[in-house]
RNA sequence: GUGGGUGUAGCUCAGUUGGUUAGAGCGGAAGAUUGUGGAUCUUCAGGCCGCGGGUUCGAGCCCCGUCACUCACCCCA
């Protein structure tokens, strides 16, 4: 007991049912992305830790506090990714996209940051992405967003918002940042100690502090949508007619900012209540990042959603779970010839497509029977000295308690039709 | 990193103002006459009561520490 090793904090080992959860959405997701052009990317989970740094930005909390890095043995330093659009830019970079040129790609897997777990956080957890990357249009923002909420759609997700802002281009953002300072700095004192912080490092974070002093002055900062220049606007204005135009339902929210310092122009976020004190069930935006390479940017736009917190969200709508297919066939021996011949069996049953389970310790008919009932199996096949000198065999329906002989020869074919039946 | 809550059987949890060999339900195993499951009944297995110290004649219960889990803050998916 005292022995017993657990997963790490904020890592779990995940079993059925839930895998069948996992399943669903992971075949939804392969189902419906590449509807849109997407096609699937998988993309190492440790990577050289400039690759992160450079691409998420060094002043991000994830970059300075929560990245899982180490050293390999070869002295480079290593990180485990803390999130999937870094190592998607670097791939498509490495492989290369022609000018004019665009690549649609979806991925889903593990990350990792070293937060303090709490309900829908977890030091493990899981994304599904998708990017698109190489061309800068407002079309390719609103067809991305469409293509997330129609995800949420198919996996029944109700009661969703999606939040959408312009944090403008690189070139808007020191003027955005000065006003928002010029405004704020004569208020500091009315601000909270990490709002106070924030006005020197990252104004823009400001936008999001959730303590209650602080909303009066948040709610009445300058709109970053109004303190941008031209393109920016117009860019976001296309954004929002394309999203009109196909039906998708938006609400602006002019503090939304998100944390990660490679957005540019369009972000937007999913937000769900059913998420324990978290609320963003997706994020994502329109990005340039720097590669590590130093010497170049690449642009797209992309979304990353939290697996565990879908999940959460369906079952916070009691949405059914996909159950796993339960076994179809018990093979009962009686006596050490039975036995002997039951595995034969049992695989010839497999290969014929039938889910089966098999007896291998040569219990007695009723431990064998409470077994075949336990694992829910829709037929017994039950075969004993007796039915060995027939060339037999009993195939008992467990639902109906009806049984048949048949010939053993024709087991299989038979056992079709009735399963099929 | 900082707080709150919780640690008793495989699981979910009782356990009185501190009082003998530690409880239930579920789950598991075996049985209730021949080779027939589920329902019912009987029996059985399974516990360093998270760990260490302290108070006490006596601690699952009280105190201190520690570890783990969990929720929340920060931040994000």
Request: aromatic share 6%.
């Amino acid at each position: 007991m005292s022995e017993k090793l657990e997963p790490l904090p904020g890592t779990a080992d995940i079993w059925e049912p839930e895998t069948s959860q996992w399943i669903f959405l992971e075949q939804t997701a392969r189902g419906l992305f590449p509807r849109y052009g997407y096609s699937e990317l998988r993309t190492p989970i440790f990577e050289r830790t400039d690759v992160f740094v450079r691409g998420i930005g060094t002043e991000t909390d994830v970059v300075q506090k929560e990245m899982y890095t180490f050293e390999d043995r070869g002295g480079r330093s290593l990180t485990l990714r803390p999130e999937g659009t870094a190592g998607v830019m670097r791939a498509i970079a490495n492989q290369g996209v022609a000018e004019g040129d665009e690549k649609r790609v979806f991925y889903m897997g593990p990350m990792f940051r070293g937060e303090r777990p709490a309900a829908g956080r977890r030091r493990q957890f899981h994304q599904i992405g998708a990017e698109a990357v190489g061309r800068a249009a407002p079309a390719m923002d609103a067809e991305c967003i469409a293509m997330l909420v129609h995800f949420l759609e198919e996996l029944g997700i109700r009661d969703s918002r999606l939040l959408l802002n312009s944090r403008g281009t690189a070139a808007d953002r020191p003027a955005v940042a000065e006003a928002l300072k010029a405004y704020f700095a004569p208020h500091k004192e009315a601000l909270c100690p990490d709002c106070q912080r924030r006005l020197d490092a990252n104004v823009w974070r400001l936008l999001d502090c959730k303590v209650e002093g602080c909303q009066p002055l948040i709610n009445g900062a300058p709109k970053i949508t109004e303190l941008l220049g031209d393109e920016s606007k117009t860019f976001f204005a296309e954004v929002c007619r394309n999203l009109d135009a196909m039906g998708v339902a938006y609400q602006v929210e002019p503090r939304l900012v998100r944390g990660l310092d490679y957005y540019v122009h369009t972000v937007f976020e999913i937000q769900h209540s059913g998420l324990g004190a978290q609320n963003a069930l997706a994020g994502g935006g329109r990005y340039a990042i720097a590669l590590a390479s130093g010497d170049r940017t690449v642009e797209g736009v992309g979304f990353a959603l939290g697996m565990e917190r879908l999940l959460m969200a369906r079952q916070s709508l009691n949405l059914a779970a996909a159950e796993a297919p339960g076994c179809q066939a018990y093979v009962v021996a009686l006596g050490p010839q039975a036995l002997a011949l039951a595995l034969p069996l049992a695989q010839e049953l497999r290969r014929c497509g039938v889910r089966t389970l098999c007896e291998t310790a040569g219990r007695s008919m009723k431990a064998q029977l409470r077994t075949a009932n336990k694992v829910h199996a829709k037929f017994a096949l039950i075969r004993g000295d007796s039915e060995l000198e027939k060339g037999t065999i009993v195939c008992k329906n467990l639902d109906t308690s009806v049984q048949e002989e048949w010939p053993v020869a024709e087991t299989a074919a038979r056992l079709r039709a009735a399963l099929a039946g």
